[in-house]
């Protein structure tokens, strides 16, 4: 079969005006002199026409030198060489196999040695308008998942999802998270690691292999999570691969949603009713949606001051007011999370000790459940990479979430039951609000997880409205839930809701021993990420004045040293304020949120917005004085009341 390339009889034409002389002469000179002479530039120019090459698609594998035309084209033009093209057609169709003939096929046309120059340098003009192959052409890659993550819940859903896409030649879904489980968990542990902006180093980025083109790279980096290829120290990777750092998973805005929720809502909200008999059934609503539409407007004022300054809360207090600013916004924020465990400590050992009564233990004194409470405590914040312990967050969060429906739905029965001798309830305690006004600033409190969760979003500019939808909900929730808890048992309401619990038979005895339990587990497995970030503080700030720069096994023996006598001292705080837990809560709430909350984010808006409006100086200004009054009347009140 003949294989040379079929030219038009228009371009036969051209090519036959060549003659033999001409071709002589050329190849002659061309070997003299490497000046190019007028023959060689009209060979040039011929050659150039007989170049039969047609569009080229970006898909091809090899780019051929020489293309004959479509054969509907050549039918059309020259019906006399239909043979010969269908011939050229079916070859160029087939599969070549040596690759020596298809590159120099132009060798069989006349005078194609002399003009071998010419066809190299089409053959590289050619190349370079088209460009390289990564960049007009991405093979699809065939990437089976880990059975690991077909074998989580919700695994094999996912992967038939993605197998009927690739069937239906459409792109793979975009699944935001590797598992149900992981859906759940909604957390990334790295939150924590970033606590209110700060970066304190403790969960080691995970590196991933990608191509070292940089354009299949970016294709690659955007893929969904479950379908990255994390990189195992050792493993052979091959020469156009090559392992980085992972990027920041950016989240959505409905994971963000997620986070703000859990990050409102926790154990604390057990105190509410309680602190509603302090504030009184009118007065403490009307205080609750006061404080979450200060504490919007609060937490908008820090985003707005990031956007012009990033950082973290403590940076951006040393960017308006210097380095001292920074050291007293990281203090406040070691105290308020020391605090918060105390606070739990204190529920945990009152709530241990109460379950383990109810089962027929012994009554043992308060110090004996503080040390349980220390001894299970300190192999938890030894630990340095707190992404170990994000599954006890999805665990403690059911169990949350569990004892609210429980707690919701009896207190909904009791006021049936006691629908005819209702409770006396009082509008206003005018004794114990400021008892209350501490326990309400302690509910909001979660400014911590504000800037984090802004910076990891995808589109920050939806913080706003995702902040805004988060408040509300959980104003309502704490609202109703103060409301029910404290007009279904009146002035009997405990401290903790959960002792007003019927234990009379034993099915009631079961049931409150199983929320108990719950709550138990849930503080037990929240508490050392809300002492992680007082940790990395404390840890800071002795290494930096000690002046050690030890590394290695010796200083892991100081930085554990320093965990255990931070938690001995909240074990020793906690034995303190065990019989006065509402004032204690109280006290935190005024001493260590109210500041974090009031004071310092208005404080930092009016330096970073000099030429703002008068108007909104003055809501500043006023949010100020809100915060200092909210601090120093609570703090009076609390102190008193010990």
Not at 16 to 27: A, F
Not at 423 to 433: C, Q, S, T, Y
Not at 541 to 565: C, D, P, Q
Not at 576 to 585: M, R, S, V
């Amino acid at each position: 079969m003949d294989s040379r390339p079929v030219a038009t009889p228009d371009e036969r034409s051209t090519c036959q005006d060549v003659s033999p002389s001409t071709m002589d002469h050329h190849s002659t000179t061309s070997s003299d002199s490497p000046t190019i002479l007028p023959e060689e530039e009209r060979l040039h120019a011929i050659v150039g026409q007989c170049l039969a090459v047609t569009p080229m698609l970006p898909e091809i594998e090899e780019l051929p030198l020489l293309k004959p035309p479509s054969l509907n084209e050549s039918q059309q033009t020259a019906p006399s060489t239909a043979p010969s093209i269908t011939n050229a057609v079916s070859t160029i169709d087939s599969e070549v196999t040596d690759e020596t003939t298809t590159t120099n096929s132009h060798f069989q046309l006349q005078g194609g040695a002399d003009a071998n120059d010419i066809y190299k340098w089409h053959e590289r003009e050619t190349r370079r308008q088209l460009g390289s192959r990564s960049y007009t052409y991405h093979a699809p890659q065939n990437k089976e998942q880990p059975i690991s993550n077909i074998k989580a819940p919700g695994g094999f859903r996912r992967h038939f999802i993605r197998q009927e896409a690739a069937s239906r030649g459409q792109p793979t879904p975009q699944i935001p998270t590797k598992s149900f489980i992981h859906f759940l968990g909604l957390f990334d542990m790295r939150e924590f690691d970033r606590f209110a902006g700060e970066d304190f180093h403790s969960i080691p980025r995970r590196s991933i292999v990608v191509p070292r083109d940089m354009a299949k790279r970016r294709l690659s980096i955007v893929e969904s999570l479950a379908s990255r290829r994390y990189f195992v120290p050792g493993e052979h990777l091959e020469e156009d691969e090559e392992a980085i750092e992972a990027p920041e998973e950016k989240i959505s805005f409905s994971k963000a949603v997620g986070m703000l929720f859990k990050t409102f809502i926790a154990s604390g909200i057990l105190f509410l009713p309680n602190a509603f008999k302090n504030g009184g059934i009118l007065f403490a609503p009307l205080f609750m949606v006061l404080i979450a539409a200060l504490c919007l407007h609060s937490f908008l004022l820090l985003v707005k001051c990031r956007e012009l300054h990033p950082g973290s809360y403590g940076d951006i207090g040393q960017r308006y007011y210097g380095r001292w600013m920074r050291y007293i916004v990281l203090f406040a924020i070691a105290i308020s999370q020391f605090g918060f465990c105390c606070g739990y400590c204190i529920f945990f050992a009152q709530q241990f000790a109460i379950v383990v009564d109810t089962l027929g233990g012994a009554e043992l004194d308060k110090i004996v459940w503080i040390v349980i409470f220390f001894v299970i405590l300190v192999p938890f914040t030894l630990v340095r990479n707190i992404g170990k312990l994000g599954f006890s967050t999805l665990i403690a969060d059911l169990c949350i979430i569990v004892g609210l429906v429980y707690l919701y739905a009896y207190d909904i029965k009791t006021l049936v039951v006691n629908k005819d001798s209702p409770h006396a309830l009082r509008l206003f305690n005018p004794e114990d609000f400021g008892i209350f006004i501490g326990t309400a600033v302690f509910s909001y409190e979660g400014i911590g997880m504000v800037i984090p969760i802004c910076s990891s979003m995808a589109n920050p500019k939806q913080f706003p409205r995702a902040l805004t939808i988060v408040l509300s909900v959980v104003c309502m929730l704490l609202v109703s839930f103060g409301s029910l808890g404290y007009a279904a048992y009146g002035d009997n309401v405990h401290t903790i809701v959960l002792d007003n619990l019927a234990n009379e038979t034993t099915g009631e005895r079961a049931g409150k021993s199983a929320i108990q339990i719950l709550y138990v587990i849930a503080i037990w497995l929240t508490t050392p990420l809300m002492l992680f970030p007082c940790i990395r503080i404390v840890e800071h700030a002795v290494f930096r004045a000690v002046g050690n720069e030890t590394t290695g096994k010796a200083r892991m023996m100081k930085e554990n040293v320093v965990r255990i006598l931070i938690d001995l001292a909240v074990a020793a705080v906690a034995y303190a304020g065990y019989t006065k837990l509402d004032i204690f809560i109280s006290f935190v709430g005024s001493f260590a949120c109210a500041p974090l909350l009031f004071i310092f984010p208005p404080l930092f808006h009016l330096r970073a917005f000099p030429e703002q409006p008068l108007w909104r100086k003055i809501s500043d200004i006023a949010l100020v004085l809100f915060g200092f009054l909210v601090f120093c009347y609570t703090l009076v009140i609390t102190i008193q009341s010990f």
